[in-house]
């Protein structure tokens, strides 16, 4: 069967299979491209001169079963679309198959939706690094001390769902059409496995708001940091402190050398 014969069959069924394929597909095509390609700076040498921390990598063991880790969060997915699908509906969210919003209205909501993650994703971050909560929910992502992309997916049952939760949260408030919920969910899903890869590539869009760099200090470091990629809370609340005491002990450092 061709693929506009699957397209077509598609348009075919019930809104809700729509909605779970498309954004399910978006999610997940995002999360797997972006991870071979990142596979492909890991064995040519060239990227080397990016590696975050040198040298250092996780082990085997640990890539293995971030990536069967994968399969099983990704397994879930098309069940939580699903739950967004309902949630969204419920808040006015536009029919799939209603008119394209205006690139100027899509981009506002895609804008204000990685907004309202990041908020969301800050405070329940900082929340899991609770003592009384860290060892429960939280440790298991802290297993990757030198990060990788396959990380992003590799936490517990109750964070996954957190993140779910913050995902869902910008576009059920502004009833966002599902075409820009598609964009917006394969965003989120490059951003986390940007924030995870390990590397501080120069062409990465998201360099330009926070990059990889502050995510992998708080793997390798475990301290502050926690928002998603635009660090505003971290200023505000002072997370960002150890961080950036870190920063200028290396700068020292370099200029020492040179």
């Not at 590696?51 to 099983?72: C, D, E, M, N």
């Not at 505000?236 to 920063?247: F, R």
Request: hydrophobic content about 45%; glycine content about 6%; overall charge positive.
């Amino acid at each position: 069967m061709s693929i506009a014969a699957l397209v077509d069959k598609l348009w075919e069924q019930p809104e809700a299979i729509q909605f779970v394929v498309l954004t399910s597909a978006s999610s997940i095509g995002a999360y797997y491209i972006h991870n071979f390609l990142l596979l492909i700076c890991h064995y040519v040498s060239f990227f080397d001169r990016f590696k975050i921390q040198p040298r250092k990598y996780p082990s085997k063991t640990l890539i293995f079963k971030a990536i069967l880790g994968g399969f099983v969060v990704w397994g879930f997915t098309p069940l939580l679309s699903y739950l967004t699908y309902l949630i969204c509906k419920a808040n006015g969210m536009p029919a799939v198959h209603s008119p394209t919003p205006a690139p100027l209205t899509g981009l506002i909501h895609v804008v204000l939706c990685l907004l309202v993650t990041d908020t969301s994703f800050y405070w329940s971050h900082r929340m899991l690094h609770h003592p009384k909560l860290y060892k429960h929910f939280h440790k298991k992502h802290h297993t990757f001390i030198y990060s990788a992309g396959v990380a992003s997916t590799y936490a517990s049952p109750v964070e996954n769902l957190f993140n779910w939760a913050g995902v869902t949260l910008g576009p059920a408030l502004l009833a966002t059409h599902p075409k820009v919920i598609c964009i917006y969910f394969a965003l989120r899903a490059t951003e986390t496995v940007d924030a995870h890869c390990g590397y501080d590539l120069p062409w990465s869009p998201w360099r330009y708001l926070s990059g990889a760099r502050p995510h992998d200090f708080h793997h390798s470091h475990n301290v502050g940091t926690y928002g998603m990629f635009w660090f505003t809370w971290d200023r505000i609340c002072g997370t960002d402190q150890a961080y950036l005491k870190h920063l200028a002990t290396t700068a020292a450092a370099r200029a020492k050398v040179a």
